[in-house]
C-alpha cells in the first residue's frame, strides 16, 4: 500500500541500511497489482471543554497510526475502497501523568469523524466512522502513553469511491473528531473534544488512472500487512507492480514489488533516500506453465541489471536502483507462483533525492526493467521491461 499520511520533517538525510540488513520477505510481499503501508502521521489536536461552552483550552501535539491496502493503479470510472484499514491515536506520557493528579483512571470515547479523501474521485471524502464508534472503559495509567485504537474488533474498508475519468488520485487524512468522557475513580468526570487534523500535508497515496473502461469494482483483502511500528512522519510500504515483460521475445507478465522507508514530506532545499529498500520479483503461475511449455524445465538463475525510478518534480530524474542483483537459482514448477527476494540478502540504496527548484511535490514512480536469465543450466535469456502501462506510483510527498 505506498504514499499513506504526510508530515512536516525539519530536515531529512537518510542512508540506505547496510547489505547486512534484512532483504524483503516473501511472505510480506503483497499479491500483483496491490500495495499495503503502514503510516504515522503527526497530528495536532485542538482540546476544548464543552461544558464550558467549547472553550479551547490547549493544542495537543500527537500522531495517528495508520495501515491499508488499495490497489496500484485505477481505471476511468473503476469503483474502489482502501480495505484492511486500522488506525490507532497515540496520547503522550504528560497528558495522562496531569489526569494521575485528580485520579482520572479511565475513559469513555466516542469517535464521530475519521475522514479518508480521495482527490478527484467520488465522493471526495469518506468518514469511516459513520456511524460514530463508542469505546468504553479504556484504562488510564498514569505517565505511560495511552493508545487508542480503531476497530475494536477486525479492521475497516473505506469507501466506495469512484475514481476520475483520467489524471490520478491522491489519497488523504483530513480529520478526526472524538469526544471523550475522562472519570475518576472517586466519582467524578470531565468532558473534553478533540479536533485533530494534520500538522503539514496530509498526502497518503497516490493512485493513477489509465486503462479500458469498465473494470471491476477494487476490494482487496487478505494481503499481508506485517509492518513493524513506524516513527512519526513516515511509512512503511510494499508495492508490487504489474509488468508486461519480453522474455526473449515472448511478451509475459510478471509483478515488481519494491519495499521501504520513506519520509511523508520532503524539505525545501534538502534531500531524503529509503531506508531498509529491497524488492521482490513475482512471476504467476500462469507465466511460469507458459515458460515451461516453451521447453525451459528444471531451475533458473541470473542477475537482474535494470529497475528505474523515474522521479517528477526532483533529482536525479531516473535512477537505476538494481544495476547488478543477484537472482538466485530458483525452480519452476507447474501451476506455481514464484517470488524472490531481490536481493535474496541485504538491502538495495534508493536516493538522494532532492527536491528541484519551485516543486510543491515530489513523486517517484516505478520505470523499465531489465535482466538476463539462465535457463536449463546454459540457456541465456534476456528480459525486457517497459514501465507499466498505468503509472505505479510509490509516493507523491509535498515539498514544504
Known amino acids: 500500500m505506498r504514499k499513506a499520511f504526510a508530515a512536516g520533517l525539519a530536515a531529512v538525510a537518510l542512508a540506505a541500511l547496510a547489505p547486512s540488513a534484512q532483504a524483503l520477505k516473501i511472505e510480506d510481499v503483497p499479491g500483483i497489482g496491490v500495495d499495503t503501508g503502514r503510516f504515522n502521521l503527526p497530528i495536532n489536536c485542538a482540546i476544548t471543554m464543552p461544558d464550558l461552552g467549547g472553550i479551547k483550552v490547549f493544542d495537543l501535539a500527537t500522531n495517528v497510526d495508520v495501515q491499508g491496502v488499495v490497489t496500484t493503479h485505477l481505471g476511468p470510472g473503476q469503483e474502489f475502497w482502501l480495505t484492511q484499514g486500522s488506525g490507532a491515536i ?36 469518506v468518514n469511516v466512522t459513520d456511524p460514530p464508534q463508542t469505546i468504553k472503559d479504556i484504562e488510564i495509567k498514569a505517565g505511560q502513553e495511552l493508545t487508542v485504537g480503531l476497530p475494536l474488533q477486525g479492521t475497516f ?24 468522557t475522562l472519570k475518576a475513580a472517586w466519582g467524578p468526570q470531565i468532558k473534553i473534544d478533540a479536533h485533530c487534523t494534520p500538522t503539514a500535508g496530509n498526502a497518503l497515496l497516490t493512485v493513477a488512472v489509465g486503462g479500458p473502461q469498465g473494470q471491476p469494482p477494487s476490494k482487496i483483502h487478505d494481503q499481508p500487512l506485517n509492518f513493524p511500528p513506524v516513527a512519526p512522519g513516515y511509512v512503511d510500504g510494499i508495492i508490487n507492480a504489474p509488468y508486461r515483460c519480453s522474455f526473449g521475445g515472448d511478451s509475459l507478465d510478471v509483478g515488481i514489488a519494491v519495499g521501504g522507508t520513506f519520509p511523508l514530506s ?60 543477484a537472482i538466485p537459482p530458483t525452480p519452476l514448477v507447474r501451476d506455481r507462483d514464484i517470488v524472490v527476494s531481490l536481493p535474496a540478502t541485504g538491502t538495495l540504496t534508493a536516493g538522494p533525492f532532492v527536491p528541484k527548484a519551485g516543486a510543491s511535490t515530489l513523486a517517484i514512480r516505478l520505470g523499465d526493467a531489465a535482466a538476463e536469465l539462465t535457463l536449463n543450466g546454459s540457456t541465456l535469456l534476456p528480459v525486457t521491461c517497459g514501465e507499466p502501462a498505468v503509472p505505479v506510483y510509490l509516493l507523491e510527498n509535498e515539498v514544504i
Open 157 to 180: 474498508d473505506v469507501g466506495p469511491y469512484t475514481a476520475p475519468q483520467s489524471g490520478k488520485v491522491t489519497m488523504s487524512f483530513e480529520q478526526a473528531v472524538a469526544h471523550v
Open 266 to 325: 520532503v524539505p525545501r532545499g534538502g534531500q531524503f533516500s529509503f531506508t531498509k529498500a529491497s524488492g521482490a520479483l513475482t512471476i504467476p503461475k500462469a507465466t511460469v506453465n507458459k515458460l515451461l511449455d516453451m521447453g525451459f524445465t528444471g531451475s533458473f538463475s541470473g542477475r537482474v541489471t535494470e529497475l528505474n525510478l523515474v522521479v517528477e518534480g526532483g533529482m536525479p530524474e531516473v535512477q537505476n536502483v538494481a544495476a547488478d542483483i
Open 90 to 125: 497515540t496520547f503522550p506520557a504528560w497528558l495522562t501523568g496531569l489526569g494521575g493528579f485528580v485520579g482520572i483512571n479511565r475513559a469513555d470515547a466516542v469517535i464521530s469523524k475519521l475522514e479518508i479523501g480521495a482527490s478527484s474521485a467520488s465522493p471526495p471524502v
